[in-house]
């Protein structure tokens, strides 16, 4: 079973920057969604970005364009870069990875955009 560890949320003012990293337990294939997904209070979760090997990135439509998703499969890692953010970008942040029709999910971290 995947094992998925989060690192990197934290406050930041609203314009600010911040960058998120996800550790696997083990390797995941290149050709296997790794990701972002989040959730605010009250509502569903919602993909935040993914990527997987032969495929353009993928974003939701809030975050194209601030976000950018990069991945390095010898380190078992997924980053999310996340610029201009805003306060509606408040949320917990959770890492996926999507193998063989199974998702796995890490604890999450939780970001907070405030001035």
């Known amino acids: 079973q ?3 560890a989060e690192s990197g949320g934290g406050f930041v003012q609203p314009g600010g920057s911040l960058r998120l ?3 696997a337990s083990e390797t995941i294939l290149s050709s296997t969604f790794m990701g ?3 959730q605010a209070p009250g509502q569903e979760r919602q993909l935040v970005a993914r990527i997987r090997s032969g495929r353009d990135p993928e974003y939701g439509d809030s975050v194209q364009g601030r976000f950018t998703v990069s ?12 610029n201009s953010l805003r306060p ?3 949320a917990v942040y959770y890492c996926n990875v999507r193998e063989y029709g199974v998702n796995y999910w890490g604890k999450g971290t939780l970001v907070t955009v405030s001035s």
């Open 2 to 4: 995947v094992q998925l």
């Open 21 to 23: 990293s996800c550790v």
């Open 36 to 38: 972002w997904y989040r």
């Open 71 to 82: 991945r390095d499969n010898a380190k078992k890692t997924v980053h999310l870069q996340m």
């Open 88 to 90: 509606d970008d408040t």
